[in-house]
C-alpha cells in the first residue's frame, strides 16, 4: 500500500466516524474532552485527586461513546480516565433548548 493510499484511507476512516457522531451526538447529554480522547455520554462524575502531592482528575462516564477511528465499538456501557491534565466537560443543549434559541 503507497503512502497516499493509506492516506486516503485513514481520511475515509475519519469521515466515516465523523458521519458516526453526527448522527448519535443527539442522544448524549454531555460531550467530554481529555488530553487523549473525545467522548459523548449521559453521566459524568469528575472527582478531583490528590496523592503525593500530586493533583490528578478521575473521571467516571456511563453510556458512552468513544471518538476513536481505530475502535471496532465505540458505544461503552462505562468508562474510566484518569488524567494529570483538565478535562473538559459540556452539557448539549437538548433539541426543544435548540428550537427555543432559534426561535428566540
Do not use: C
Not at 488530553?35 to 490528578?56: C, K, M, P, T
Amino acid at each position: 500500500m503507497s503512502h497516499e493510499e493509506l492516506e486516503d484511507y485513514e481520511t475515509g476512516l475519519e469521515f466515516s466516524l465523523f458521519r458516526e457522531y453526527k448522527d448519535v451526538v443527539r442522544l448524549f447529554k454531555y460531550v467530554i474532552e481529555s488530553e487523549r480522547r473525545f467522548y459523548l455520554a449521559n453521566e459524568v462524575d469528575v472527582q478531583i485527586r490528590s496523592a503525593e502531592g500530586e493533583v490528578y482528575f478521575d473521571v467516571r462516564l456511563s453510556d458512552a461513546w468513544v471518538w476513536d477511528v481505530y475502535r471496532s465499538s465505540r458505544f461503552v456501557k462505562n468508562v474510566r480516565i484518569l488524567t494529570f491534565k483538565d478535562v473538559n466537560v459540556e452539557e448539549l443543549a437538548a433539541p426543544a433548548d435548540e428550537l427555543k434559541l432559534l426561535e428566540g
